[in-house]
């Protein structure tokens, strides 16, 4: 079987089990495990097969024209270069992971089969974007993957959080699609094409009119699909959807697919020097203000929402600086370890009964109750934080070299205005990760007070899913010289300089965060001494402060998801002494302006939604009160006149025959009288 068939068959095997799954979910449920993972898991093996194959070598380009347009033809093609076929593999992985996950994680649940033939609808839609050699093609994969997100955020509908999640991650992700949508047939016009090896050919002759424009309208789209600023809101809502989506939009799906587009397509943007310094403005922002307010938030897996952000910042750094094998290494290294967080965050969510870091921090022995869970999220953390040998390591360290070597003057793509912005900022971005997940840490595995409960072991479905990507959680960056071949031929090895800076600042944020905790838990403590001891025969147990349970703890910070209240067992009892944060101290008094990410919220909803809002209840005033009224005043002259026509309609025969006489006696009499006028004339 030829590369391009294996290539098809890819994203077609998830969209047959989607497909299967919505027809047999409800008829035959006994078939609705199986359809999820294995044509995940099929796929996935295809798409190991196809990388194998290509090889890092030529791509390999095929195309079929779809239908005739009179214009601008649309094609069914693929273009499989290294860099599609890794993605492709990281996506086939993670999708692979997340069904198999869920089928423990989700299990109780009456509605997990739409939930599983959507997720494998959006691995299908992901493939789809990675493969396709032409952009309308891979539009249709990018809206599908929207409507999927909707959806899949939505799955606890009955709650209003998980209602307005799902629609704000629509209305946000739209919002920059209609400008992406014009700026790809704008693209499509002066190139002739919608094939990418045809618009790179234009590029490369120097034949885009509007090189700057295009860019920047292609920007607005990839800042709502990816989830930079000023279009990331929408992400940390959307942790009210059940946490193995989360994995899944955030780690290899949806918010990879902006910067995998301008990876395919950076040619286009770099014929824009100035599009690469709003990138790279875009990114510096997006990767500080993410990793400030992800030191605020209490609610686990908004935490690591925020972290998606931040990461994300340093792939669209690295496409600001010139430099797409440094930001799709980082894709792929991202992608592993992240989605090993979210689904690690969702065994310590079922064991500890919250999503509150706050009410964990008041447990003592979680790590125990969970050592899978524990040691999975300790390996991904470090690499998250980018401390050597594990992964995150070396693909940051990749994106603060291309940084670095544009910042020196030596990119013939990029300004050095742009490597300086992304320098500075990753550095920064660095401290901040590893202050973050180190607080993350030591609030959730380093309690004190009431004993986690224990409630056995987790499923294997869940613990052997959060080993098996430890694996490339630890060693994917040792890859980066092996695989140099699938990206371009880039040398991906750290420098001395960036390895210095980097570590450096990662080491001083994690001494720094742990220092500030052991500071915060001893005036906890005496706090705790301070306080009035309760009276009664439960003071013996629990002293110093009253108990309530975790799930009330955790409402304090709003941080509970409808999937809490699925846990079958019963809230551990804790204390409501104060919690020892770090990040209070760290972050001072612009800590509860970070809580609420910086309040960029309530800046749309007054600059815009209110707005908005106002001017649709004037249209309604004047829809009802003046065009309704002449619609009312149309339809009232006739019913006036039919009222008097139907008083004369009495029924008197005497009446009628009166009627007539008398207009009879009033047509002669105006007869006469004009033929005497006339006569007289």
Same mark, same amino acid.
């Given at each position: 079987?030829?590369?391009?068939?294996?290539?098809?068959?890819?994203?077609?095997?998830?969209?047959?089990?989607?497909?299967?799954?919505?027809? %047999?979910?409800?008829?035959?449920?006994?078939?609705?495990?199986?359809?999820?993972?294995?044509?995940?898991?099929?796929?996935?093996?295809?798409?190991?097969?196809?990388?194998?194959?290509?090889?890092?070598?030529?791509?390999?380009?095929?195309?079929?024209?779809?239908?005739?347009?009179?214009?601008?033809?649309?094609?069914?093609?693929?273009?499989?270069?290294?860099?599609?076929?890794?993605?492709?593999?990281?996506?086939?992985?993670?999708?692979?992971?997340?069904?198999?996950?869920?089928?423990?994680?989700?299990?109780?649940?009456?509605?997990?089969?739409?939930?599983?033939?959507?997720?494998?609808?959006?691995?299908?839609?992901?493939?789809?974007?990675?493969?396709?050699?032409?952009?309308?093609?891979?539009?249709?994969?990018? @809206?599908?993957?929207?409507?999927?997100?909707?959806?899949?955020?939505?799955?606890?509908?009955?709650? @209003?959080? !998980?209602?307005?999640?799902?629609?704000?991650?629509?209305?946000?992700?739209?919002?920059?699609?209609?400008?992406?949508?014009?700026?790809?047939?704008?693209?499509?016009?002066?190139?002739?094409?919608?094939?990418?090896?045809?618009?790179?050919?234009?590029?490369?002759?120097?034949?885009?009119?509007?090189?700057?424009?295009?860019?920047?309208?292609?920007?607005?789209?990839?800042?709502?699909?990816?989830?930079?600023?000023?279009?990331?809101?929408?992400?940390?809502?959307? =942790?009210?959807?059940?946490?193995?989506?989360?994995?899944?939009?955030?780690?290899?799906?949806?918010?990879?697919?902006?910067?995998?587009?301008?990876?395919?397509?950076?040619?286009?943007?770099?014929?824009?020097?100035?599009?690469?310094?709003?990138?790279?403005?875009?990114?510096?922002?997006?990767?500080?203000?993410?990793?400030?307010?992800?030191?605020?938030?209490?609610?686990?897996?908004?935490?690591?929402?925020?972290?998606?952000?931040?990461?994300?910042?340093?792939?669209?750094?690295?496409? !600001?600086?010139?430099?797409?094998?440094?930001?799709?290494?980082?894709?792929?290294?991202?992608?592993?370890?992240?989605?090993?967080?979210?689904?690690?965050?969702?065994?310590?969510?079922?064991?500890?009964?919250?999503?509150? %870091?706050?009410? =964990?921090?008041?447990?003592?022995?979680?790590?125990?109750?969970?050592?899978?869970?524990?040691?999975?999220?300790?390996?991904?953390?470090?690499?998250?934080?980018?401390?050597?040998?594990?992964?995150?390591?070396?693909?940051k360290e990749a994106v603060l070299v291309a940084a670095e070597h544009t910042a020196g003057g030596h990119s013939e793509l990029a300004p050095s205005a742009a490597g300086w912005v992304v320098l500075v900022a990753g550095v920064l971005t660095a401290l901040l990760t590893a202050a973050y997940a180190t607080r993350l840490w030591l609030m959730a595995f380093r309690?004190?007070?009431? !004993?986690?409960?224990?409630?056995?072991? @987790?499923?294997?479905?869940?613990?052997?899913?959060?080993?098996?990507? !430890?694996?490339?959680?630890?060693?994917?960056?040792?890859?980066?010289?092996?695989?140099?071949?699938?990206?371009?031929?880039?040398?991906?090895?750290?420098?001395?300089?960036?390895?210095?800076?980097?570590?450096?600042?990662?080491?001083?944020?994690?001494?720094?965060?742990?220092?500030?905790?052991?500071?915060?838990?001893?005036?906890?403590?005496?706090?705790?001494?301070?306080?009035?001891?309760?009276?009664?025969?439960?003071?013996?147990?629990?002293?110093?402060?009253?108990?309530?349970?975790?799930?009330?703890?955790?409402?304090?910070?709003?941080?509970?998801?409808?999937?809490?209240?699925?846990?079958?067992?019963?809230?551990?009892?804790?204390?409501?002494?104060?919690?020892?944060?770090?990040?209070?101290?760290?972050?001072?008094?612009?800590?509860?302006?970070?809580?609420?990410?910086?309040?960029?919220?309530?800046?749309?909803?007054?600059?815009?939604?209110?707005?908005?809002?106002?001017?649709?209840?004037?249209?309604?005033?004047?829809?009802?009160?003046?065009?309704?009224?002449?619609?009312?005043?149309?339809?009232?002259?006739?019913?006036?006149?039919?009222?008097?026509?139907?008083?004369?309609?009495?029924?008197?025969?005497?009446?009628?025959?009166?009627?007539?006489?008398?207009?009879?006696?009033?047509?002669?009499?105006?007869?006469?009288?004009?033929?005497?006028?006339?006569?007289?004339?």
């Amino acid at each position: 079987m030829s590369t391009p068939t294996l290539a098809v068959l890819v994203p077609l095997l998830p969209f047959l089990g989607a497909l299967a799954g919505l027809l %047999l979910g409800r008829t035959a449920p006994g078939f609705v495990k199986p359809l999820a993972v294995l044509p995940t898991l099929a796929a996935g093996v295809l798409a190991v097969l196809v990388a194998f194959r290509q090889g890092g070598g030529k791509a390999i380009d095929t195309a079929t024209e779809l239908t005739p347009t009179g214009s601008v033809p649309i094609e069914l093609s693929l273009h499989l270069d290294g860099f599609a076929v890794m993605v492709a593999v990281l996506v086939g992985l993670v999708a692979t992971c997340v069904q198999i996950y869920s089928t423990a994680y989700l299990r109780e649940d009456p509605r997990y089969p739409s939930y599983a033939a959507l997720v494998s609808l959006f691995t299908s839609a992901m493939l789809l974007v990675v493969y396709s050699g032409d952009l309308m093609v891979l539009l249709v994969g990018w @809206e599908i993957m929207g409507i999927c997100s909707y959806f899949l955020v939505g799955h606890y509908w009955e709650t @209003e959080a !998980a209602r307005s999640a799902s629609l704000k991650a629509f209305l946000v992700t739209k919002l920059g699609d209609v400008p992406f949508l014009i700026g790809l047939f704008a693209l499509a016009t002066d190139a002739g094409s919608f094939r990418i090896t045809k618009i790179l050919g234009t590029v490369a002759a120097g034949g885009l009119d509007h090189p700057t424009l295009i860019a920047l309208l292609l920007l607005a789209g990839v800042a709502g699909k990816s989830a930079q600023f000023p279009l990331h809101t929408w992400l940390p809502d959307a =942790m009210a959807g059940p946490t193995p989506v989360s994995a899944l939009i955030h780690a290899a799906t949806m918010v990879a697919a902006g910067v995998y587009f301008v990876a395919r397509l950076l040619p286009v943007f770099a014929a824009s020097r100035a599009a690469l310094v709003v990138l790279a403005v875009m990114a510096a922002v997006t990767m500080v203000g993410s990793a400030l307010a992800a030191l605020a938030q209490d609610d686990i897996k908004r935490v690591l929402a925020y972290s998606t952000i931040g990461q994300l910042g340093y792939m669209t750094g690295a496409l !600001a600086v010139g430099d797409r094998a440094a930001a799709v290494f980082h894709l792929l290294s991202h992608g592993a370890f992240k989605a090993l967080l979210f689904l690690g965050a969702g065994v310590i969510i079922h064991a500890a009964g919250t999503n509150s %870091l706050a009410a =964990m921090s008041r447990m003592d022995g979680l790590a125990k109750r969970i050592p899978d869970a524990f040691w999975t999220m300790t390996i991904a953390l470090l690499a998250l934080a980018a401390f050597p040998p594990f992964a995150g390591f070396f693909s940051k360290e990749a994106v603060l070299v291309a940084a670095e070597h544009t910042a020196g003057g030596h990119s013939e793509l990029a300004p050095s205005a742009a490597g300086w912005v992304v320098l500075v900022a990753g550095v920064l971005t660095a401290l901040l990760t590893a202050a973050y997940a180190t607080r993350l840490w030591l609030m959730a595995f380093r309690g004190r007070g009431a !004993a986690a409960p224990d409630h056995g072991k @987790e499923p294997v479905a869940m613990t052997g899913v959060l080993w098996l990507l !430890a694996v490339p959680s630890v060693g994917f960056g040792l890859l980066a010289g092996p695989l140099s071949d699938f990206f371009d031929g880039r040398e991906l090895t750290p420098s001395l300089t960036t390895s210095v800076l980097g570590t450096g600042a990662a080491a001083v944020g994690a001494v720094l965060t742990y220092a500030l905790w052991q500071r915060a838990r001893a005036q906890a403590a005496t706090q705790v001494q301070a306080a009035p001891a309760p009276s009664g025969a439960g003071s013996a147990k629990v002293p110093a402060t009253a108990a309530v349970p975790a799930s009330v703890a955790a409402a304090e910070s709003a941080a509970e998801s409808p999937e809490v209240a699925e846990v079958t067992h019963d809230h551990p009892v804790v204390s409501t002494a104060p919690a020892a944060d770090p990040g209070r101290a760290l972050l001072g008094p612009l800590h509860r302006h970070a809580a609420v990410g910086f309040h960029l919220d309530a800046v749309y909803d007054r600059l815009f939604v209110r707005p908005v809002r106002a001017a649709a209840a004037l249209v309604r005033f004047l829809d009802r009160e003046v065009v309704d009224s002449y619609v009312r005043g149309a339809g009232l002259g006739p019913r006036l006149l039919g009222g008097l026509v139907r008083r004369a309609q009495t029924g008197n025969v005497q009446s009628y025959l009166s009627a007539l006489l008398a207009g009879a006696v009033v047509l002669a009499i105006a007869t006469a009288v004009l033929a005497n006028v006339n006569a007289g004339s």
